[in-house]
């Protein structure tokens, strides 16, 4: 039997590079499958909730309902292209700016009450500023704004928002927030929340989306104080159930932003990318700063002002989908001022005013201005012209909420089941 | 027969080749037509006092062979073959091995003595050959006393060879009484002591029992004790070596002989000669190990629960431990340090003092100041080395606030000796020294940084002077460099190296191109310091690590220029492309991460794999794992359009998931399969066939390096997460394997490594589940998985009553039930109801602490939910 030698390195590191790379490429696989998993898992449960919450618009089902076809297909199409973000980051330029602005679920101008309000509806009071997109993913954050462009690009506290080595958020994870950005206090209110941490909520009802966002924003450390890793505080905003108190409170509660009209959420509404009736928005003198639009200036048009969109055959349209037809342009004016199919045209809305018969639009007496703005990427939305006309004609206001309410309560109690309070 | 074995045995030591070719050829002949009868006539060879005695002992040599083998398959093949083996014949060797003991020739006793244990090492599990220690230990009481000390030697091998369960209780107190009296002071015979010490030395770990009783252990200890003491310095040596191996195996036990022990191990390291002096070093040295552990154990439950409590020895013996430790300091070798294998008193003591440090933290600083004071200015260069050492030794264990005052000092006279003094030695040690400073005391461990804008030029300035020094001192300047670059990664958007970032890497692309970058393995130093100044390098610094990109390719392009080359160069050239290869990795990883990085580096992505493919051609028989896993890297990175370079890469591929040898580069290649996997996704289709082919038959290879196993669960889980429901061809095999598997791994008991090695055997099952469920969700043949659910949930069943699962796999545990509601959606409702424990399980992950547990949790209650409802 031989002595035993007991020698120990002497003057070494312990691990050797190659060790320390084999190990770090396991980290790396880990962490990618992890991410595959979740995508997957994630992929599949928003196909899933697709299919359930929308049987009706199974394409195999009615001939007749001929339009329907279309637009399932496109929503399922938006679904798996709005779950890739990473894929989106691989866009340039304009391209990139198109896929952001489409990715906002827009809510409809409240033009009537919906039934039901006070059992399936939350309402909060909308901060005034810039409603963003605010993506942290690869350890840095962008938000960026409705039309594309960036607003900024920080390191934040939110999962891969900043280049913080701590485990938890991986290179691959992402988060993705729809948020207002409110000037005054530089602060980020998130006012829904798309994906955390690589998991999607886009096929998650407003009910859970608002109990994650709440429970999940504040674990991250995003509404703490900015500091150096974290440049940017965010926010919830309070939300509550759209009852008698709920729609008081939000009217006339305080909040350490500035009002800019209130937001309704349908409960059991899922995250819908464009313009949807299952989220408005409804503002008035008391709550909003900014009831009737402005121009450029800043200063309110005597007359209303519509941008549309001009279609190849002369069609003018608004930005819903399907679009609604508001009238069509003259070949001459089309010529004369050089404007090409896709152009986002200012009209004024002339004395004829809009008409109406059963509920639609049949005529708009449109006077044209010229194009619009170029930061705008969308015409205005249906609802929108028509709240706006209402504002300026006979309003919607508070009480007629508060007076739907109570007629509803008359019929039956009002359960209450979550109480959110941010 | 005999003398045929006799001259063929002769033969097979020939000096002519073709003489000991043909010899060998005969011999391998004659085991393959009748294994017993040339077993026996081995045996009987070693036997014959008659015989020459190299033929003895070859003969020993090749019957040791035939019993044992180091590759774990092989050695089981031969254990099952000498289990079938005639009874008879076993009879005849055992008789013969047995005799031999007694025999006059040193050489052939000790050759019987070895063959004796492997033949225990089979048999004794299997509760075959009762008698043998019975005959061993009636041995023992014989004379003449070459008996004795050949089979207290076999005791030993015996104890090496078996474990302490196989041998009850009573045999062992007979085989330790035997032993303790023949390494007794009593005994006259020196080998016969000699052999009964080394003995001892394997048979501590079956002597659990008796040192549990205070009079057997006072006897065990009292008889090392003396034995340390004895005339015959291999004696000495052997005690200490069983002290040492006392001070792990027994720590607990220690406290009543800890001074004594101090009193001779303190007299061995200051008058014994070198050997014993270590031996005695090590003790302390395995002491502090022992210390550091429970410590850390304390650390980490406030409760300070620990099944050995601390006694806190080197504490109490610090006062005298530290001056001894010290002394050794001085004794240092000229040239050590250009000697690899080098290993002396000053070595080892030093290395014990950086231990005892991180044992006692703080108290350590001030009983070694004095001493770095007093000898670092001094005119002989030992006293200059020795203080040097001393200080770098202790810069791991005590609080910063304790060290920074004394660096804050030392950094200027550190940086000035670097440069200037006149000895290599000193020089290699000031470096090292430098290297911990910014290992330990790194910005984000400490308040004021040790490195301010101030003094950052100076220190890199320097560093890069040094890199020009001999070689050993550049290695060590290279290793301290790696520290400090390391101390700014994820340190913010910017980093004070950002300035020098360029003539950083240019200095060490330098010392790479050194003619004798070879010596003191200092080219491979340099391209570790390129990696970590890479890997932690900023935004700021990533055009530059772009422009390191055709560098790196060019010098490996260099490499693969052909010209004949010797197997001695060959193997450089391989090596300097290993090195290549992984810097490559650690670039295409660091600049994959980033979007904006990324899309300029994949203008080089086709060059980079024509010359990893190279790389892989140019080595015939296997795949070089660092190109592999650079691979895996440009993989991750080129996403879809990695599809371009299967076909040629396909062969690697698949040679390295044969190569079952080198099982990390086999393991490797599988991690490489996922990464493919995930960029090709459905294209990766065509390749399919062949890899899962090779992943189940390396599966029920018992060839294949256990490790491998659980990646290539998780493996199947990439492909059928890539591929969806075209797993289908797979999906029988693989969830039999997996099934297999799964039982294996639900009941388990043993120990701590067992456990973990099962656990990652689980998760590798559960990602496999995982990925398939997921894959073929949403596929119109998910309901071919239906069958296998029962099984699924009844191994989630197992594992979760074993409570012994860790968070990795309950994580994936519970990810799993997600996945099987989600993808079998109502089929799956009932049964996820009837089973026994998903329920409690989903109920403890949903509350469980770790949030990655808590996340897959919330998922799998949200699926549940959907396929109980539906």
């Not at chain 2, 032993?179 to 015979?189: A, F, L, R, T």
């Not at chain 2, 190109?627 to 890469?649: Q, R, S």
Request: hydrophobic share 40%; glycine share 6%; charged share 20%.
């Amino acid at each position: 039997m031989a002595p035993h030698d007991n020698r120990r390195p002497f003057k070494r590191a312990a691990i050797s590079d190659q060790q320390k790379r084999r190990e770090l490429s396991l980290l790396r696989q880990a962490q990618n499958r992890r991410d595959a998993q979740q995508q997957a898992r994630c992929l599949a449960s928003s196909i899933l909730s697709l299919q359930s919450a929308a049987p009706e618009s199974q394409p195999e089902q009615s001939d007749i309902e001929l339009e329907t076809v279309p637009e399932a297909e496109q929503e399922s199409e938006a679904f798996s292209k709005d779950l890739d973000v990473r894929q989106a980051s691989k866009l340039r330029g304009p391209e990139v700016r198109k896929w952001f602005a489409r990715q906002l679920m827009l809510p409809e101008w409240m033009i009537d009450v919906p039934d039901r309000l006070a059992q399936d509806w939350y309402v909060f009071a909308r901060p005034a500023g810039k409603r963003c997109f605010v993506v942290s993913s690869n350890g840095t954050t962008v938000s960026r704004q409705r039309n594309g462009s960036i607003l900024h690009h920080f390191p934040s506290a939110l999962p891969a928002g900043a280049k913080i080595r701590d485990g938890s958020g991986s290179a691959q994870s992402y988060c993705i927030l729809d948020c207002i950005f409110h000037e005054l206090d530089q602060t980020y209110y998130v006012i829904d929340m798309v994906c955390w941490n690589g998991y999607s909520l886009y096929d998650c009802t407003a009910e859970f989306r608002f109990y994650w966002l709440n429970s999940k924003l504040e674990e991250s450390g995003a509404c703490n104080a900015p500091s150096h890793y974290h440049k940017f505080r965010f926010s919830a905003v309070p939300v509550y159930n759209c009852d008698q108190s709920g729609l008081h409170a939000a009217y006339t509660g305080v909040v350490p932003y500035a009002k800019d009209g209130l937001l309704f959420y349908n409960k059991h509404a899922l995250y819908q990318t464009g313009n949807t009736p299952l989220a408005l928005v409804w503002k008035d003198e008391n709550c909003s700063q900014f009831v009737i639009d402005t121009d450029g200036k800043g200063e309110i048009p005597s007359q209303q002002q519509v941008v549309l969109e001009l279609q190849d055959d002369r069609k003018l349209v608004t930005s819903d989908d399907p679009p609604v037809l508001f009238g069509c342009l003259d070949g001459d004016i089309i010529e004369k001022s050089g404007l090409h199919t896709g152009n986002l045209l200012r009209f004024a809305i002339g004395d004829g005013g809009l008409s109406f018969v059963d509920g639609k639009l049949e005529k708009a007496d449109l006077i044209y201005l010229g194009k619009s703005n170029r930061a705008r990427a969308f015409a205005d939305s249906y609802s929108k012209v028509l709240f706006q006309f209402m504002v300026r004609h006979s309003p919607l206001k508070i009480d007629d909420l508060l007076a739907s309410i109570n007629s509803a309560n008359d019929q039956e109690k009002t359960p209450s089941d979550i109480e959110m309070v941010g | 027969m005999a003398m045929e074995v006799t001259q063929v045995l002769l033969n097979a030591q020939s000096i002519d080749g073709a003489v000991r070719k043909n010899a060998e050829d005969s011999l391998k002949q004659f085991q393959e037509q009748n294994l017993p009868v040339f077993l026996v006539s081995l045996s009987g060879e070693l036997a014959n006092e008659e015989k020459p005695v190299e033929t003895r002992k070859l003969a020993g040599l090749v019957l040791k062979n035939a019993l044992d083998a180091k590759e774990q398959h092989r050695k089981f093949e031969l254990v099952q073959r000498w289990l079938s083996l005639d009874g008879n014949a076993k009879s005849q060797i055992k008789a013969c091995l047995l005799k031999t003991l007694t025999s006059p020739v040193s050489d052939a006793r000790s050759t019987a003595s070895q063959v004796i244990a492997k033949v225990a090492g089979i048999e004794l599990p299997h509760k075959q050959w009762p008698e043998l220690i019975g005959s061993l230990l009636s041995n023992v009481h014989q004379l003449p006393a070459q008996a004795k000390q050949a089979t207290l030697e076999t005791l030993g091998y015996l104890c090496e060879e078996v474990s302490p369960d196989v041998i009850d209780q009573d045999q062992v107190n007979k085989i330790l009484t035997a032993v303790v009296q023949g390494m007794s002071s009593s005994e006259g015979n020196t080998d016969v002591r000699l052999a009964a010490t080394r003995a001892l030395y394997n048979a501590l770990g079956f002597a659990q029992a008796n040192f549990s009783n205070d009079m057997e252990r006072d006897y065990i200890m009292r008889v090392v004790c003396e034995a340390t003491l004895s005339p015959e310095v291999r004696i000495r040596q052997a005690a200490f070596e069983c002290l040492v191996s006392i001070s792990s195996t027994y720590y607990e036990k220690l406290a009543p002989y800890i001074q004594d022990i101090f009193n001779i191990t303190a007299k061995a390291v200051r008058e014994d000669e070198e050997p014993v002096a270590l031996q005695a070093i090590e003790f302390w040295s395995s002491i502090c190990d022992e210390e550091i552990d429970i410590l850390e154990e304390y650390g980490g439950n406030f409760t300070g629960d620990s099944d050995i409590p601390c006694f806190y020895f080197i504490k109490q013996a610090l006062p005298a431990l530290v001056p001894m430790l010290l002394e050794t300091l001085l004794k240092q070798e000229e040239d050590q340090d250009q000697d690899e294998g080098a290993w002396n008193i000053a070595m080892a003591g030093g290395t014990c003092l950086g231990l005892v440090a991180r044992t006692v933290g703080d108290d350590i600083v001030p009983l070694v100041v004095p001493f770095i004071e007093e000898n670092i200015s001094k005119q002989d260069w030992r006293q200059r080395e020795a203080a040097t050492y001393a200080f770098g030794s202790i810069l791991e264990g005590p609080s910063p606030e304790k060290l920074i005052p004394l660096v804050n000092v030392a950094l200027t006279f550190m940086l000035s000796a670097l440069t200037k003094d006149p000895n290599s030695h000193v020089k290699d040690t000031t470096a090292w020294t430098l290297g911990r400073i910014f290992e330990f005391l790194r910005g984000s461990v400490v308040d004021s940084p040790i490195i301010s804008q101030a003094n950052c030029q100076q220190i890199i300035t320097v560093l890069l002077q040094s890199m020009k020094d001999t070689p050993n001192v550049a290695e060590k300047a290279c290793g301290a460099l790696y520290f400090l670059a390391q101390g700014y990664e994820e340190m913010g958007p910017s980093s004070p190296l950002t300035p020098f970032f360029q003539e950083i890497v240019q200095s060490l692309l330098t010392v790479t191109h050194r003619e004798d970058a070879g010596e003191s393995r200092l080219r491979t130093a340099a391209y570790e310091t390129l990696n970590e100044v890479v890997r932690c390098s900023t935004d700021e610094t990533a055009p530059l690590v772009l422009q390191l990109v055709p560098v790196i390719m060019m010098e490996l392009h260099n490499t693969l220029e052909g010209q004949k080359l010797s197997s001695d160069e060959r193997e450089k050239q391989s090596e300097l492309q290993g090195l290549l290869c992984g810097c490559l990795q650690v670039i295409i990883q660091k600049l994959g991460a980033s979007e904006p990085t990324k899309y300029v580096f994949m203008q080089y992505a086709d060059q980079i794999m024509g010359l990893f493919l190279r790389v892989f051609a140019c080595r015939s028989a296997t795949v070089h794992e660092e190109a592999m896993l650079a691979i895996g890297a440009l993989a991750y990175a080129t996403g879809a359009d990695f599809a371009k370079y299967m076909p040629e890469f396909y062969r690697y591929l698949e040679m390295g998931l044969q190569n079952f040898e080198e099982y990390q580069v086999c393991a490797v290649t599988v991690g490489v399969v996922g990464d493919i996997s995930r960029a090709l996704e459905e294209k990766i289709v065509p390749y399919c066939d062949g890899i899962m082919t090779q992943l189940l038959k390396n599966l029920s290879s018992n060839q294949l390096h256990r490790s491998v196993k659980p990646p290539i669960f998780s493996c199947f889980g990439d492909i059928a997460l890539a591929v969806g429901e075209y797993f289908e061809k797979y999906l029988m095999w693989a969830m039999s394997a997996l099934q297999s598997a799964a039982e294996l791994s639900t009941h388990i008991a043993g120990d701590d490594e067992l456990v973990e090695y099962t656990n990652s055997l689980r998760n590798g099952i559960l990602e496999a589940y995982s990925g398939i469920f997921q894959g073929f969700k949403n596929s119109p043949k998910t309901q071919l998985l239906i069958p296998y659910a029962p099984h699924i949930l009844q191994f989630l069943d197992g594992i979760y009553m074993e409570k012994d699962m860790d968070d990795v796999v309950m994580k994936t545990a519970i990810g799993v039930l997600g996945d099987l509601a989600d993808t079998l959606g109502s089929h799956a409702g009932s049964m996820i109801q009837q089973s026994v424990s998903s329920k409690d399980f989903l109920n403890e992950c949903l509350s469980s602490e770790d949030l990655m547990i808590k996340e897959s949790a919330e998922w799998a209650k949200l699926a549940i939910s959907r396929a109980i409802s539906v």
